[in-house]
């Protein structure tokens, strides 16, 4: 199958489940990882670090019929657990149908389980400790941080994530190259670690939220019984990470905004300081392919802010239907790289653009009645029409729908919401206007 051969960049999230894909087609794999085999492990002092899964990557993971290792690492968070700043707690489901939850897992285990898979299905070969760091044309060359230096095949996959090589290879070669658009605001870690008896120190199927209007803090739970914290705050400015500049001042801002956390937080303040800021941002990128020859899956085409946990369940869906494409053009891999760029490319700025909407969603419009009010209305909406209005997280979490047509379908509804007058519903107008605008879902 020499011919065959697809070299992927990238061992992350996405870049061993398209190995694993692409494998059980039949094709020889070679995946370049920067990093070393995270499997070995040298110490145990690496944080939990989770995400959340939900019904896209549930699905893609399913084609790679690797779901059922996956299934068991799995927490259900059934919605949002909203910590006021008074110290109330107000639970707001995601859904009416209680099928509907999105899972929290360690990315270590899950990234851990791609790369065993990958590794397993003999067709793919891993080389950790190659960094790729040029693209060299005259040679056809892949060039890598260790000197070594391979011939480039026909089909090269970008999976390198936010800062991606091939990305940035593909931008030194046409007229549109991508942009980044950096987010005011950073994240930070934390841990809340299991109580003496070992017990979650919260309710642990809940994805917990304290809106603070500007920033917010959320913790999701870990299988060993901790929590994982991530605050987003301001760079700089009055309220930032800027101006937490000692231990003092750290103790001081948990004391006034997230005084029922501060006891349960551990090693604090010390690891405020201990853990790096994270930088957040979103690529917009108009060239998912190059030449026929390259392909960016993943953050490395089109990375976005986390305020809709979709980044990772996004990549695998890009691995989905890349496959779907592939499937559909056998042999054709011009036809397959023009076509997944076309599909793709307005649901990756579509999530984007969601994502973005939702960091103020979560960090301000979760205590807000109206938000409150809009979502009661739209509940009995979709209970009224099923296939044609569904809430937007719910169509965004739960489903396949594609992210554009969902954005689509999201200012519609909006607009509804404001003609309906949500404070006195005119529920006569509501389904005039539904069964005019809205298309029933296929
Ligand atoms: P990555 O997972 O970043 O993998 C890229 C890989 O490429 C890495 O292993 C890297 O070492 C390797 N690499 C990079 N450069 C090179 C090189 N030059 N040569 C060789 N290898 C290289 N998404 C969700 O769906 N749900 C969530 O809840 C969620 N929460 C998030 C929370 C935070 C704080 C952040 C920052 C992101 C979150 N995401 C979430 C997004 C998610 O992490 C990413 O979308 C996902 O990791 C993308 O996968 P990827 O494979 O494209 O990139």
Partial sequence: MKNNKKIIIGSGLSGPLLAILLSNRGYDVDLYEKRSDQRVKTNNSDRSINLALSHRGIQALKSANIFDQVDPLLIPMKGRMVHLINGEVEFQPYSVNSCDYINSISRRSLNNILIDNAEQSHNVKIYFNHSLSQIDKLRNQLIFSNEKKILMSNHIFGADGTGSIIRKYIDSNTNTPSRSDPLGHNYKELNIAASKNGDFQLEPNALHIWPREGFMLIALPNMDKSFTCTLFLNKKGKVSFEALKDSNLVVDFFNKYFSDVLPLLDNFPQNFFAN???????????????????????????????????????????????????????????????????????????????????????????????????????????????????????????????????YKRGKIQKEILEKINIHNPDYKLAEKLINKKLAPIK
Avoid at 324 to 350: C, H, L, M, S, T
Avoid at 366 to 379: A, D, G, H, P
């Fill in 276 to 406: 790096p800021n994270g930088k957040l941002g979103t690529i917009y990128s108009d060239n998912w392919q190059y030449n026929n020859q390259f392909c960016l899956i993943g953050d490395a085409a089109h990375a976005i802010v986390p305020f809709f946990g979709q980044g990772m369940n996004a990549s695998f869906e890009d691995c989905e239907i890349l496959m779907k494409v592939i499937d559909e053009n056998q042999g054709n891999w011009n036809k397959v790289f023009q076509k997944y760029n076309q599909i793709r490319k307005p649901d990756g700025d579509a999530i984007a653009q969601m994502a973005i909407e939702n960091y103020l969603e979560m960090r301000d419009l979760v205590i807000k009645k109206n938000f409150l009010q809009e979502k009661e209305i739209s509940n009995i909406l979709w209970e009224n029409f099923p296939n044609r209005f569904i809430p937007r997280y719910n169509m965004v979490s739960f489903t396949s729908i594609p992210y554009s047509e969902i």
